[in-house]
DNA sequence: CAGTGGTCTAGACCACAGT
DNA sequence: CTGTGGTCTAGACCACTGG
């Protein structure tokens, strides 16, 4: 009784491994894990076991052993930038996301957009155009295209605001992205969306981005950025 | 004879994991790995650092375990774009880059330079800046700055083709980067150098990029690519 | 010194693949 | 069935750190 419906199941490791997660959840760096032999004791285990358990949490980057001195919480690692949606990095700068649907409709796929979707071309495919806008100012005009079968029946309901948070719904939240960046100028269309006005010259950012989840693609998209109000920003890793 | 001098100091997990690397080593992906009771035998040691050992190059990457089956060189994973260089960049798109150093000397750092480069505010900073061409043509120029430590004595001699090359020499090859990127109008003197005519706006992608080896900032820079004939090419995976 | 993690042994039983 | 990896035990000695 009283433990968990699932503990005849559970692994020793696994449990060591939860008791020393939830222990060090939330800790700051620094602050000393219980030590192998002590959790061999409490546990009843072999020290193999306890050893397997912290392992995979020194792997997880959440603990650092230190020969000699014990197993700590490790300090945050670096980490580079994630495949991030507009709504999220516009959230890392502190404002918020607005979204206006200029066009939801199904159309037959282009040879380009066929490709990048790995769809053959000519198929239906969802066409999604968006102004978006952060801090009342208008800065992106986004085509997305989707395959019909990632998000079904959107057409038919209220559009999302957040595309990728439709996707995580579904658990399609994408964990690739090939992204492509120039520099450009604007279209009149573009600066008419954009508030640019007509005298000067307008650069504006383009981005084509290709959104896989494992080895589907959920997402093709271009955005063109108003780059006077974004600036994109990156943080990379070793390739490792 | 034949074994490597250091034999004696070498760890015996340590000696499984290179052997099996050695095997492993350029195989076609799927090619089984020995089985774990296979290297016991074959080296004397226990099951459990035969594990060790294998658990390593699966962590790496290299191998996959297949319960009930066996061990096998696993599939190349999918891997985000690494910190790379100018050289790099455009080799990956079989050109040769091409540099002309236009400045190099020292200069007392500007604020925004000192605290990118974390230095106080007029220390003597490396000042390096250099058109950038592949393929015969003008691509990007970069003003780069160094701390004076981080390349001893670059200035007393003939300047290095490559900064990472030389970086990587002195064992500071980036590993981190921050990068900011924007669309905006070429100045006068970029459109002289990149040899842009004078008659229409030209756009350029402004490229600041903050590098670091470990904590260390080895390299601070500005470029500006000429948006017609560079294309940023972007690889990302989950943050993890 | 006592305590820590790092390494290592020589077994064991299990679930699962393929034959 | 046999062979594989996955899990686990109950010890052991080492090098290192700190007091």
Redesign the pocket.
Known sequence: MGQTVETAR???????REHVRNLVQGAAPGT???????L?SQ?????????????AL?VEGLLE???????FVARPRRTHTPVASFTESVARRGQVAETVTLLARREQAGPGVARALEVAAGSPVIHWRRLRRAGGEAICIQDVYLAPDVLPGVLDSVMPESLYEALCRRGLRPTWSEDSIRADLATDEERDLLDIGADSPAPVLRVSRRALHGERVVEVSRSAYRSDRHTLYLQLGPSS
């Open positions: 559970e692994l020793k490791h696994v449990v060591v000393p894990a219980p030590s192998e032999r002590e061999v546990f009843g285990v072999a020290r193999m076991t306890v050893r397997q358990a912290l392992d020194v052993r230190m020969p000699g001195r014990g197993t």
